[in-house]
């Protein structure tokens, strides 16, 4: 009879152990998920601060007063005498994003055009 008092009152506590460690190990990894998502926050900021700067840096090779800051979808564009580039400034081990790439395709393909629209001021009539 004491025996199974004993292993009762030992599962009892296990299982309220376990709980108890369940429960912790939860907090921990919504903590940790908190953490990871601020980290990622962090970078973006990180980066979207630093590519506003990247056209004054030493490395980056044209003229940094004939960039114009777009920020999305591409970071920029950069008018020359001779070309216009479109430009996308990455820190690190980051990436272009599918529409980046996709744009860099349309570039690449020669799917890039000048049009030119004029609007008149028909209250004037």
Known sequence: MNLTLV???TCGLLFLIVVVLARRVRQLSEQLDAADFQQRSLSTTYGRITEQWFPLMNQYPYDPQRFRF?????DGVQ???????FVEFKTNRSQLSKSQRHFRELVESGEVYFEEFRFTDDSKN
């Open 70 to 74: 777009l920020g999305t979808p591409i």
């Open 79 to 85: 008018f020359e005498d001779d070309k216009i580039v």
């Open 7 to 9: 292993l009762t009152a």
